[in-house]
């Protein structure tokens, strides 16, 4: 049985020591001593005090004394880590292409692209990124990185505080260290089914997909597939992304010729476009990639001072930084569109003089039609831009090359 692997990149964000850190960020003198926020029970303790074994869920007088006198106890205040919660994922937000929040101090994002964007590597972005939080939001995170929100997220156990941890691929030995409890929504009723059968994460992905959907059916089976690298899982999505994107591989057909190339381009921009029309947005950064034969990427960007959403406005700049970024040396597996500084289209008071709001609806409705007969009978079999409307831009290519 074949899936189709994920070519997207996840991250897990989870705050170290939460609450102790927002009460260390609201009285810094606080940074060097013993904490424990309480109630009954310990519920956060910064990492000077976990070093003494004392851990959330520890009852206070335990804790009192191993710690003898040398700590600071300090009442929950939940309000205020709401509002350093919201201060977090507002950050995440605006600085990831999605973000589905997991619980108060944790989250996962999705950063397809916006390393290459940015023209680092994956560990300097990912590195930037918590360098950034902690001068933004003023606490300090652990980032896991992955290829699905589940394989992020079983690796957050590993080490803490400050840490990353980047793992694109299956782990193979590595799962064997990992108890099947750390796997989230894996509850003691499935752990009972599977007692026999699995020690370990590396277990569970070398079970057999058939069985675990005879026996256990969709959780587990959505588990499997996202531990096993393919991207199912939705935890919970936010109203909008700040970024989308579209590209299509040819590995089989690597080459440099021109008409092909942009061929290909177009393609993917429909189709980027359909979705962008449909959702409403407006976009104020295009950016098109080229992928050469040793996957080295190579990607231009074009930022307007005004948003924008006309699909021949965006489609000329895409040609524009075709025409001029075409290189007829550079050999090329994949291209790729990516619109990006995404917001929603305000409605605004209709007008005899403004047509916008017009062509919003117009084609937010024709889109959803078109994407509606697709999703029933064949994808993007039907489209509304028409040959005739390509050969037009396709012909305008041609004569300025």
């Not at 009852?59 to 205020?80: C, I, R, T, Y």
């Not at 201060?87 to 390393?115: H, V």
């Not at 979705?275 to 295009?286: A, G």
């Not at 231009?300 to 290189?327: A, G, H, P, S």
């Amino acid at each position: 049985m074949r899936f189709k692997t994920s070519k997207k990149i996840f991250i897990h964000v989870d705050c170290d020591s939460f609450f102790a850190e927002c009460e260390i960020f609201r009285n810094p003198s606080l940074k060097n001593k013993y904490i424990l926020v309480w109630e009954e029970i310990v519920l956060a303790c910064n990492y000077k005090t976990k070093a003494l074994w004392i851990t959330t869920w520890t009852p206070v007088w335990q804790a009192e004394e191993k710690l003898k006198g040398k700590w600071v106890f300090l009442k929950s205040d939940h309000n205020f880590y709401s509002l350093v919660s919201s201060k977090l994922m507002n950050y995440l937000e605006k600085n990831t292409l999605s973000i589905e929040p997991f619980s108060i101090d944790e989250a996962f994002c999705e950063i397809t692209w916006l390393a290459e964007l940015n023209k680092l590597s994956l560990e300097e972005y990912i590195l930037k990124l918590q360098n950034d939080i902690i001068k933004n939001v003023w606490v300090p995170v652990s980032i896991w990185v992955s290829t699905t929100k589940i394989k992020a997220k079983i690796f957050s156990k590993l080490n803490k505080p400050r840490w990353v941890f980047i793992d694109l691929w299956n782990s193979g030995e590595l799962y064997k260290d990992l108890e099947l409890s750390i796997v989230p929504f894996i509850g003691k009723s499935m752990q009972e089914k599977l007692k026999y059968r699995c020690n370990n994460v590396y277990d569970f992905i070398a079970l057999w997909y058939p069985y675990l959907k005879k026996k256990i059916w969709k959780t587990a089976t959505d588990l499997w597939l996202e531990l096993s690298g393919v991207n199912v899982y939705t935890i919970r999505k936010t109203n909008y992304s700040k970024s989308m994107s579209r590209w299509r591989s040819f590995n089989k057909n690597i080459t440099n010729n021109k008409q092909y190339l942009y061929s290909q381009l177009l393609l993917n921009f429909n189709y980027l476009y359909e979705e962008f029309s449909i959702k409403k947005y407006t976009l104020k950064k295009v950016s098109i990639y080229f992928r050469d034969k040793q996957k080295k990427t190579y990607i231009y960007n074009f930022v307007l001072t005004e948003k924008i959403f006309i699909r021949k406005d965006i489609l000329k700049i895409v040609q524009n930084l075709f025409i001029q970024n075409y290189d007829i040396n550079m050999f090329c597996r994949s291209t790729g569109v990516i619109f990006s500084n995404l917001e929603k289209i305000k409605q605004e008071q209709l007008s005899i003089f403004n047509k916008e709001n017009m062509v919003v609806d117009i084609n937010h409705d024709l889109l959803s039609i078109i994407n509606a007969i697709n999703n029933k009978y064949d994808s993007h079999k039907l489209s509304f831009w028409t040959d005739l409307l390509w050969k037009r831009f396709d012909t305008k290519l041609w004569i300025m090359k």
